[in-house]
């Protein structure tokens, strides 16, 4: 069953329906759908659909010649095109009346195997694919390639595509639609633990417990989630003894570059260019206090994927245990007792999510231009303050807490976080607007505020499911 993607889908319609020459570059990150999308948008369409191979270039011109001829019934006539250039130009004679996709996954293996590729594109596009009705969609998994080397003004094809699309993780919405019969709280649950990568979600079983799913799928070593940070790590980066020790540092609360430094015994300019790797796969990515520089000091480093997290928070130091098979014993003694804290900021993630789903929909007292966290100093206590959402446009602002317990939000949440609103970085703003997230729902006392104040906003788990 195909899920989600509905604005990827919807734009490649768009372009196909203009029955012109179009040169797509689509990547994303492994395991993230990118394959799945392009078959869904595919079917029922005329399309040949290759998927390239780590072999040199004679093979993979073979294979692709291969695909080419089945398509068209004439592998009795001609077994490979002579060139590159010749099996490109005979889609181009084929593509001038008629539309034909031609769909390149993982890319990035034939320019290794040929980096004349993209130069030999940029001149072919130029002279004759453009006045053809090809629909050209070029593919890859590796971030750092199709950014750098597509995308970037130093390549060939700079300037050649109609249209990129980085494909990104199902936000949380999206990926509660893999289990639809799931509670609110076992949706949270599910989705901090695997994230929102589609082949990830399809290993846990709706008709488990949430327990078992993680016993099975994930504390098993014969298990395939078992492995997978490591494997996509060896996979993509070089030296992952280094990453593993960061990714556990950030993923242990020491998320400053210092700390990370000090942390793995590493200078922190090597740590500054290895986490640079990590944000270009988008495991990580640089989190700085809303309204800051880039460059501030305050900058911290998180973890983006979910499934990492929770494996280098409770797994990866914990492997032994799961090799003696004492898999129960590690979730009953190490896992268990410490979800109800690690799921406290998955849920800021989850409110976040709801967020944005608000404020596209025009459901939020003002529409926002940017949304993020902040922490900083207040003045007046000469404290370290947080606070879990801020959401601004010009002239207004709108403050979230989230709280993921096992009680009701008390007025004692609502003073807090109406008293941090006074900071003075805040003083800008002519209205402020406050929204209080409860897995567990609200006291009378702060609906009864809420009632008497048009700029309180309450969500509990009724609202945020999104069904």
Known sequence: MFIGREYEINALNKLYSKEEFQFIVMYGRRRVGKTTLLSEFCNNKPAIFFVAEEYNSSLSLRNFSKQILEYF???????????????????????????????????????????????????????????????????????????????????????????????????????????????????????????????????????????????????????????????????????????????????????????????IGEPKDKCSKYLSSLIDL??????????????????????????FKFYYNFIFSNKSLIEQHMGDFLYEKKIEPQIPKYLGEIFEKVCIDFMNYQNRNGDLPFIYTNIGRWWGNNPKTKKQEEIDIVAIDDTMILFGECKWRNEKLDMDVVNSLIKKSEINVFEKFQKKFYSFFSKSGFTDSVKDYSNNNKNILLFGPEELIGD
């Open 282 to 307: 988008h495991i990580v990515s640089k989190e700085t206090p809303i309204m800051e520089k880039e460059n501030s000091r305050k900058s911290i480093y998180k973890l983006n994927d979910n499934l």
């Open 73 to 263: 019934k004439m592998t009795d006539y001609i077994s490979t095109f002579e060139s590159w250039e010749k099996a490109f130009m005979f889609l181009a004679k084929e593509s001038e009346d008629k539309q034909l996709i031609l769909v390149v996954d993982e890319f990035p293996y034939l320019v290794q195997s040929n980096n004349t590729l993209p130069s030999l594109l940029q001149n072919l596009i130029d002279h004759y694919l453009k006045k053809t009705k090809l629909f050209i969609v070029v593919c890859g998994s590796s971030m750092s390639f199709m950014e750098k080397e597509v995308l970037s003004y130093k390549s060939p094809l700079f300037g050649r595509r109609t249209a990129q699309m980085l494909i990104e993780p199902f936000d949380f919405y999206n990926s509660s639609k893999f289990f639809p019969k799931y509670s609110f709280n076992e949706r949270v649950m599910t989705y901090g633990i695997i994230g929102g990568i589609p082949q990830y979600l399809e290993k846990f079983n709706e008709k488990n417990t949430i327990e078992d799913n993680i016993k099975q799928e994930l504390l098993d070593k014969s298990s395939y989630l078992y492995e997978e940070p490591k494997n996509l790590l060896k996979q993509e980066l070089r030296e992952p003894a280094v990453y593993n020790s960061i990714i556990e540092a950030i993923a242990n609360g020491y998320t400053k570059i210092n700390e990370i430094s000090t942390k």
